[in-house]
């Protein structure tokens, strides 16, 4: 086990886990009932309180112990646990000895006490291993998921960057205020593609990216770019992932709008349909001859894709067709963020 890393203690406090504790403790009371020389059902109904209680016990004190616990080392934290069962089964152990006695002279059995003291420890060390096993996988499938998406979400097309700057060295000259706004536009995209993968942005962050993209854009296409915003009231606290709006607006354009000579309209909607966030973007389709390979736009698509799969799941919902003379993507995610939508 490696100290540098942190012990976790899972959540014992809610029903789930508290189900799995019982039902794993019931487990064990049956191979101890069927294993021991007394088979009697009042030996079972003993068995199942003492056993039931020890684990009950254990789950609440290490589940209130969860955020000291989870400061220590993983070999710290794990003897701490260790030994905190242990002591947990003697005290329980020797208050059930008593009772059986009923308090009167007798000695302590510390045969029987040492017996249990011996399978709470092993029941203990292989349940703790588990969670550290448990941990170093969580870990590892958290890197991987960051390395993923910080290589889904860092793509900015060059083209784009090569235009943005043809139109900055264009605009120095004849109007450096609009130059600079380019630049502070260009500044702010650069700056949210280099932020943290994974991140959930208040939707009206990720809105504020499109419009700053879309200016820039403007100023290369003059009015062969229209663009039309619907979007609709959404409720307080609604987080988009950053970086998912922006790319789909900007295949539209670039799929859509630049190949066609007159140009055309961009329509973005959003509005909420509990318990989701649903967009709607439509752009026109370029002229038979003038579409390029779909391969591009394809891949586009899939990056989005991915990215919303990663964080959602199979909740989230990416669409992509023709229909008629326009191009239609859609896209449907949990409006109440990662958190809260995981599992």
Not at 55 to 68: D, E, H, N, Y
Request: glycine share 6%; charged share 20%.
């Amino acid at each position: 086990m490696s100290g540098g890393a942190r012990f976790v203690v899972p959540d014992l406090c809610n029903v789930t886990a508290l189900t799995l504790v019982v039902l794993f403790a019931e487990l064990l009371v049956v191979v101890l009932w069927v294993a021991g020389n007394d088979g009697t059902w009042l030996r079972f109904a003993l068995l199942s309180l003492i056993v039931q209680w020890v684990a009950l016990t254990s789950a609440g004190v290490l589940c209130f112990s969860r955020r000291w616990l989870d400061r220590l080392s993983v070999v710290g934290g794990a003897a701490v646990a260790f030994v905190l069962v242990l002591v947990i089964t003697l005290v329980e152990g020797l208050i059930a000895d008593r009772i059986l006695m009923q308090f009167g002279p007798d000695p302590v059995d510390w045969e029987r006490i040492g017996a249990m003291l011996i399978v709470s420890a092993i029941i203990s060390g292989l349940v703790l291993r588990y969670f550290y096993v448990q941990q170093r996988l969580r870990a590892k499938e958290q890197s991987e998921l960051q390395a993923r998406l910080q290589a889904l979400q860092s793509r900015i097309r060059p083209h784009f960057l090569f235009n943005s700057m043809n139109i900055i060295a264009a605009l120095i000259a004849v109007d450096p205020e609009t130059a600079e706004s380019v630049v502070e536009d260009l500044s702010e995209l650069f700056r949210a593609s280099l932020n943290e993968a994974g991140n959930q942005v208040p939707f009206a962050n990720e809105l504020d990216l499109c419009e700053r993209y879309t200016r820039i854009e403007k100023l290369r296409l003059g009015d062969r770019l229209q663009m039309d915003w619907k979007i609709e009231v959404l409720p307080d606290g609604v987080r988009i992932p950053l970086l998912t709006l922006q790319p789909l607006i900007e295949n539209a354009i670039y799929h859509g709008v630049q190949r066609r000579a007159d140009g055309g309209t961009v329509q973005v909607r959003a509005w909420y349909e509990s318990p989701d966030v649903r967009i709607r973007i439509t752009n026109p389709l370029a002229p038979a001859g003038a579409r390029p390979s779909s391969e591009g736009n394809r891949m586009a698509l899939e990056n989005i894709r991915s990215r919303l799969q990663v964080l959602y799941g199979e909740r989230a919902i990416l669409k992509a067709n023709a229909e008629g003379e326009e191009f239609v993507t859609e896209v449907r995610f949990p409006a109440k963020g990662i958190e809260d939508s995981a599992g």
